[in-house]
């Protein structure tokens, strides 16, 4: 995990249990606000364009490096997000459950059951 991306808000003596927490979760959130739209991004270049000017600095660089062309999968956003955290595979796998789980309306090819 990436600490400087994540944030310099906790103090010092944040557990280890507290930093991965907190990236799973800002790791979700960032998921979450690229895929809404039903991860139209990968097709849509006005989604792309109010993703691009996201406030996030994190949004902003995955969907840069999203490919286009096709509407964004929560595995592909998991893993760009993931990658962008340097998450481990299990945080990966969780930030992807549980974006399938938080999203209105499920992202095409949703694959939360393949393993």
Do not use: C
Request: no cysteine; glycine share 6%.
């Amino acid at each position: 995990m990436n600490r400087a991306k994540i944030g310099h808000e906790l103090p010092p003596y944040a557990t280890a249990e507290t930093w991965d927490s907190l990236a799973r979760d800002l790791a979700t959130a960032v998921a979450v606000e690229i895929l809404q739209g039903a991860g139209d991004g990968g097709d849509d270049w006005f989604q792309v364009d109010r993703l691009r000017a996201s406030s996030s600095p994190a949004v902003r660089h995955v969907v840069n490096n999203l490919e286009r062309g096709r509407a964004w999968s929560v595995r592909s956003v998991a893993q760009a997000v993931g990658a962008y955290f340097e998450l481990d595979r299990a945080a990966v796998e969780a930030v992807r459950h549980r974006v399938g789980r938080m999203l209105p309306s499920p992202a095409p090819d949703r694959d939360l059951l393949v393993s």
